[in-house]
């Protein structure tokens, strides 16, 4: 039983446009969401977070969307560059755990 | 301050082959954690430690074993490797619970052939 899943393997947007990143969930005991970036031969980076009392959290370019009802969380990214091409995990824990449980990845390529 | 540290960067072992994944972090974390990448998946829990000499199973614990004898220190060890340990590894670590990014290292690629 996967916990977090992300449903498309792979996106490819322009430079310059909105990117959209998808993650859905099943355990409703989640309440801290994560996006990590991860780069060929790195480890993952810690990109944005969203706590269950938020429905959205900005930094910059990146925004977090969480519907709790849904138990879906989007990451948008706008614009989008050449940069940003790598793949995103999303991450789901319980703030009181010490344990996140990772979707699959997205690959996001942007084509300059 | 050089974060979560990985040694070695890539390996390959025999079947049977035994051996120990390093890693460090330098950030006096409590919490510490491997993980495991195939291709195309997301990371898999192999173990993890809340504090010195605490440890507990992830979600993939066979065939592996860690110890905690130090906050800095988290080895991973491989005793029979086998083809389906095959895979990416990674490390990670976390100051305490709550609303927290895990720190992670840059991973070992490892091969069992």
């Known amino acids: 039983d996967q916990q977090v899943k992300q449903n498309s393997p792979s996106l490819s947007v322009q430079e310059g446009r909105i990117s959209i990143l998808n993650c859905d969930y099943t355990?409703?005991?989640?309440?801290?969401f994560l996006w990590y970036k991860k780069y060929p031969a790195e480890g993952p980076t810690f990109l944005i977070s969203?706590?269950?009392?938020?429905d959205k959290n900005e930094d910059g370019r990146f925004t977090v969307f969480l519907n709790k009802s849904a138990k879906h969380l989007s990451l948008h990214i706008v614009p989008s560059q050449p940069g940003d091409s790598a793949v995103y995990f999303c991450?789901?824990?319980?703030?009181?755990?010490?344990?996140?449980?990772f979707g699959d990845g997205t690959t996001l390529t942007v084509k300059p | 301050n050089a974060g979560v540290t990985q040694t070695p960067k890539f390996r390959i072992l025999k079947i049977g082959q035994s051996m120990t994944l390093q890693c460090t972090q330098d950030?006096?974390?409590?919490?510490m954690y491997w993980y495991r990448q195939d291709p195309g998946m997301g990371l898999k829990l192999i173990y993890y430690?809340?504090?010195?000499?605490?440890?507990d199973k992830g979600e993939v614990p066979n065939g592996y074993n860690v110890s905690r004898s130090t906050t800095e220190d988290f080895p991973l060890r491989l005793e029979l490797a086998a083809p389906s340990q095959t895979s990416v590894y990674f490390c990670?670590?976390?100051?305490?619970?709550?609303?927290?990014?895990?720190?992670f290292g840059d991973g070992t690629r490892l091969s069992i052939l």
């Open positions: 991450a789901a824990r319980r703030t009181n755990a010490g344990k996140s449980t």
């Open positions: 990670a670590s976390i100051d305490r619970q709550g609303e927290q990014p895990q720190h």
């Open positions: 950030m006096n974390h409590n919490y």
């Open positions: 355990n409703s005991m989640f309440d801290y």
């Open positions: 430690s809340v504090g010195a000499g605490i440890t």
């Open positions: 969203i706590s269950s009392i938020k």
